[in-house]
């Protein structure tokens, strides 16, 4: 081997030296004696999950590549058929995951973030104090119908505007990050309020279906039900958590404001092209309400995504640039994985080993599932992304010996406290990118608002959720 | 000939390593890329980034590297590299192509500077870039972490300019690390016009690990110095038994450039134990030069 190929070759080595691992990995899982205690179909469901995990976390191929390799081993390993793992990669969750992030890509591409603009002036004024709680119950309260990165995208532009015309004269580091922050954490915590709000909102309304044995479903106006008034409790915390984080150097921004006002105000008012475009999210929210156990959620979505091209408020170039057909393939793979899980027991034996790793404790302290599964989600989801996290843990977590209705939300929702670092929430992601806030003001802020979440998560399963279903008789 | 110079800030130690490189390109007639490499979001919120960046350039916000790209076209401006027609910086210019984005810079002028902007790993993207048209020298600011400077005089294509501690007032001197290896007499040449444009002093030194010096070793210094001779370049000569890293970093100090040809030793061994120029990237104080063989 010369010179060069041999260089070539490290370089490929030490390029894919992860990949190179985790096959490893995988494949001393497979020949180690598999543990009496599972069946071999679980056990090698288990090195499948171990090695995805892995390969989702470390990104050493493309994802979706990593979610056709699922497919393949799935059927290798004889863990299911060709035709039972082909139909798993396709549900209504994965449709509705298609149609929301379609959606995304159409409102986005309105340009309605000049009337949002608008709508924050009016409300807020000119106080800095204002305009952080203004951005913060904004951007919480659309995240929750539409996606936390669509709101992030509408309201980045607003936010860095401001800053920019603050910072006219001297840099504003602290202003800037306080903006970027209660956009970002405002998104957060508002994706949590409903199905829509996220793709591992929609993972875990497909878990319950299908890796459940009671076969649970959750409906759009049941789901708001036990987790909006999280959204409400942790929303105006968050804002102000964030001022004693930082100081803003500026108390008052009058000039910005006005310099923005004249900026929007040259679109004029409203067109009747926007005004379509509202009113098509709107028809598409209500039918999500009203009719998504007859239709399921992930067909209305797409209605709503064909609307906006029927109407020709967007091309199907726009559409299909914009949209992450990999991560659709992604989530695919990862459910068909999961309900592998269930299916092959394995699901069932992580969550044994993990209870029997705390003994007595567990029938001693009731809650402790809840603490595990908090724990455990809240980790994972700041070193993967939050919808990954309910894919991986979901099967897991719907398994242990608790109510597999407040697991589920559980996970569902503490994925979502990504607040740690910059790389697991998309809203952390959008600020981070704007190459303006550091790495260290996400361990800053974020754990003063993760604690805050996590508490009043907890308050919320301990009081708010019995009381509910006691009141509702859901189950 | 084409220089290629990785930036990542608006810091001193990067205006160091734009004075150094413009300085250098001069001396060959080069044209520069500056390529800054921002962070690469993760691949799962890819598209949702992508999305906002063009959310945001409607509202004439850029992408946060072109910022350091416009300070860099500045700097090089102010360096002289750029004559009086100087391009218009555009950010509205910038092209999107084969992964990365390019700054369209439409004088004549833009020839001579090309800006780039891609995101991802340093080294796989100075290695696509390196791929992308055939660059003669990359110039980098030296990082703390010493694995990197290791992957990147190894793996790139190209010479290797690591610019550490370089001060503008400061009279340097070239220190050209001689022996045998098949990259010698390449860096010798570079070693000449690089102090013949900066009007330096040129240090020819060998090291023998041995008490004797190699046949090797005495036909390359004589060359050296023969060469240098021709070129009417003021030199002085050392013949220097010991380890040959403590002594071209004893001998340098802070004001040489130390220029040296890339190693020969087995890439195999090379990738695990590094080599002389590796070594003397990652421990010295000043500018080190590693120069690829003819042959690449």
């Given amino acids: 081997m010369n010179d060069r190929t041999m260089r070539a070759f490290l370089y490929w080595v030490q390029e894919k030296r992860w990949l190179l691992i985790i096959l490893m990995m995988g494949i001393l899982l497979y020949w180690l004696p598999y543990p009496d205690s599972i069946s071999v179909k679980g056990y090698r469901t288990f090195v499948i999950s171990a090695m995805a995990i892995s390969l989702i976390i470390l990104e050493p191929i493309p994802l979706p590549a990593t979610a056709l390799l699922i497919a393949v081993l799935e059927v290798s390993f004889r863990i299911a058929s060709p035709s039972e793992v082909a139909r798993s990669y396709m549900s209504d969750s994965v449709f509705f995951i298609m149609g929301s992030l379609m959606m995304a890509v159409a409102i986005i591409h309105q340009g309605l973030d000049t009337r949002l603009a608008m709508g924050i002036i009016r409300i807020t004024g000119n106080k800095v104090r204002n305009i952080v709680m203004g951005f913060t119950v904004i951007s919480a309260l659309l995240s929750s119908f539409i996606g936390e990165h669509t709101v992030a995208a509408m309201l980045l532009p607003v936010g860095l505007t401001l800053v920019r015309y603050a910072s006219d004269k001297k840099p504003a580091p602290q202003l800037t990050a306080i903006i970027l922050f209660s956009i970002a954490y405002g998104a957060i915590i508002g994706s949590i309020g409903t199905p829509s709000g996220g793709a591992r909102n929609a993972i875990m309304i497909e878990y319950w279906k299908s890796a459940t044995d009671s076969g649970q479903y959750l409906t759009y106006y049941q789901w708001m039900l036990m987790a909006y008034p999280l959204v409400i409790i942790q929303t105006v915390p968050a804002a102000i958590l964030l001022g004693f984080v930082f100081k803003p150097e500026y108390k008052i921004l009058d000039t910005p404001i006005r310099k923005l006002r004249v900026q929007v105000a040259k679109k004029g008012r409203i067109t009747a092209r926007e005004s379509v475009a509202i009113g098509i999210f709107v028809l598409t929210l209500l039918s999500w309400v009203f009719f998504n156990e007859r239709i399921g959620m992930g067909i209305i979505a797409i209605s709503g995504a064909i609307l906006y091209m029927a109407t020709g408020l967007v091309e199907w170039k726009d559409i299909s640039d914009g949209t992450n057909w990999g991560v659709i393939l992604l989530f695919a793979g990862a459910i068909s994985l999961g309900v592998q899980m269930k299916n092959a027991g394995t699901a069932l034996w992580i969550s044994q080993s993990i209870i029997s790793l705390f003994g007595g404790l567990m029938s001693e302290i009731k809650f402790l599932p809840y603490l595990i599964n908090i724990g455990m989600t809240t980790i994972l989801g700041n070193i993967m992304s939050s919808s990954g996290t309910v894919a991986v843990l979901g099967p897991i977590t719907l398994s242990m010996n608790a109510n597999p209705l407040y697991m589920g939300m559980t996970t569902a929702i503490v994925s979502s406290f990504g607040y740690f670092s910059a790389f697991a929430a998309p809203a952390c992601m959008i600020i981070y990118s704007s190459g303006l806030v550091k790495v260290s003001d996400f361990l800053r802020a974020g754990w003063r608002v993760g604690l805050m979440s996590i508490l009043t998560t907890i308050f919320v399963i301990i009081f708010y959720w019995p009381l509910i279903i006691h009141l509702t008789n859901f189950k | ?296």
């Fill in chain 2, 1 to 296: 000939m084409r220089f290629l110079v990785g930036i990542k800030d608006t810091l001193e130690e990067t205006l160091s390593t734009l004075r150094i490189a413009a300085k250098i390109a001069n001396g060959f007639s080069a044209d520069i890329s500056v390529i800054y490499i921002g962070n690469k979001p993760k691949e799962i919120m890819a598209s949702e980034v992508a999305m906002v960046r063009k959310s945001l350039s409607d509202w004439q916000i850029y992408h946060p590297g072109l910022e350091v790209l416009h300070w860099a076209f500045n700097a090089l401006k102010n360096f002289g590299f750029l004559a009086g027609d100087a391009p218009e910086f555009k950010p509205e210019n910038l092209l999107e192509e084969k992964g990365r984005f390019r700054m369209i810079l439409p004088e004549a002028s833009g020839e001579k500077i090309r800006l780039i902007l891609r995101e991802g790993n340093l080294l796989d993207e100075l290695k696509k870039e390196t791929e992308t048209r055939d660059y003669e020298l990359a110039v980098i600011g030296a990082s703390e972490d010493k694995r990197k400077i290791h992957k990147l005089i190894q793996f790139l294509d190209t010479s290797v300019l690591v610019v550490k501690n370089f001060q503008a007032n400061l009279e340097y001197k070239v220190l050209l690390c001689v022996d045998d290896s098949r990259a010698t007499r390449r860096a010798v040449i570079f070693g000449a016009r690089t102090a013949r444009h900066l009007d330096a002093e040129v240090e020819v030194i060998t090291v023998s690990k041995r008490k004797d010096f190699g046949k090797g070793y005495l036909n390359a210094h004589k060359w050296a110095l023969k060469y240098l001779r021709l070129q009417k370049i003021r030199h002085s000569a050392s013949l220097v038994n010991g380890n040959p890293v403590d002594a071209f970093l004893k001998k340098a100090g802070r004001d040489h450039i130390i220029v040296m040809g890339k190693g020969t030793q087995n890439e195999f061994l090379k990738f695990f134990r590094g080599s002389k120029p590796i070594h003397t990237a990652q421990l010295a104080d000043c500018p080190v030069l590693v120069v690829k063989p003819f042959d690449k």
